[in-house]
């Protein structure tokens, strides 16, 4: 029930490509999905966020897609380039567990020039 | 900008030593947690804090206390490294009531 599962586990695509990375959860009390970005020795950093009052959020070249009824959500990112090489981390809040984010397992991309 | 300070970059501790990672965080946020990530198994809920001297275990607390004294800081400790111990260790806070967290660049933890 606490669970987010992301896939897939890896992805490589090709400059100018259109890579996008799948979440899923049970739970309805969830409230808050953002997406987090992690390069090599950096902790992670937010990348983009959504709620659940609205199905599609765009900040630059990243989309967050989010359908409610069936639970999931996906990150695209348009137009990708080699600086977003990183691993990516779909996460999600529920107010009645506590304060603490629940994370997927993470999403490991390489964006090839 | 918000600045989640971890004490170490790089630790390599012996087995059966007792271990701290410190954690400091410069924005008054009343909620403090640590993560270990693991390759494939993304990042996990150690214990998280809400309140100076308030813990809650998250999904993996066996082997590690914490102790918050200060709302600033956030202790984890190892009571007794162990070699399956060894990993990256995340500390992020967040404010009362909204839920993103702020990372620190996380303690890499090599116990032999």
């Known amino acids: 029930q606490q669970q987010v599962k992301q896939s897939p586990q890896s992805l490589i695509v090709q400059k100018g490509g259109i890579p996008i990375i799948n979440c899923a959860y049970e739970?309805?009390?969830?409230?808050?999905f953002p997406w987090y970005q992690q390069f090599p020795g950096k902790g992670p950093a937010l990348l983009i966020a959504?709620?659940?009052?609205?199905s599609e959020k765009k900040e630059g070249r990243f989309t967050i897609s989010f359908n409610k009824s069936a639970k999931q959500f996906s990150l695209h990112i348009m137009d990708s380039q080699p600086g977003d090489s990183a691993t990516y981390f779909c996460?999600?809040?529920?107010?009645?567990?506590?304060?603490?984010?629940?994370f997927g397992k993470g999403t490991t991309l390489s964006v090839s020039s | 900008d918000v600045k989640v300070t971890q004490s170490s970059r790089y630790l390599v501790k012996r087995t059966g030593e007792k271990v701290f990672l410190e954690c400091v965080q410069d924005?008054?946020?009343?909620?403090m947690f640590w993560y270990r990530q693991d390759p494939g198994l993304g990042l996990r809920l150690i214990y998280f804090?809400?309140?100076?001297?308030?813990?809650e275990k998250g999904d993996i607390p066996e082997g590690y206390s914490v102790s918050r004294e200060k709302k600033e800081r956030f202790s984890l400790i190892l009571e007794s490294a162990s070699t399956n111990q060894t990993s990256m260790y995340l500390c992020?806070?967040?404010?009362?009531?909204?839920?993103?967290?702020?990372f620190g660049q996380g303690t890499r933890l090599t116990v032999v």
């Open positions: 992020a806070s967040s404010s009362g009531g909204e839920p993103e967290a702020f």
């Open positions: 739970n309805t009390a969830f409230d808050y």
């Open positions: 959504i709620r659940p009052d609205v």
């Open positions: 996460a999600a809040h529920s107010a009645p567990y506590g304060t603490a984010l629940i």
């Open positions: 924005m008054d946020h009343e909620n």
């Open positions: 804090s809400y309140d100076v001297k308030m813990k």
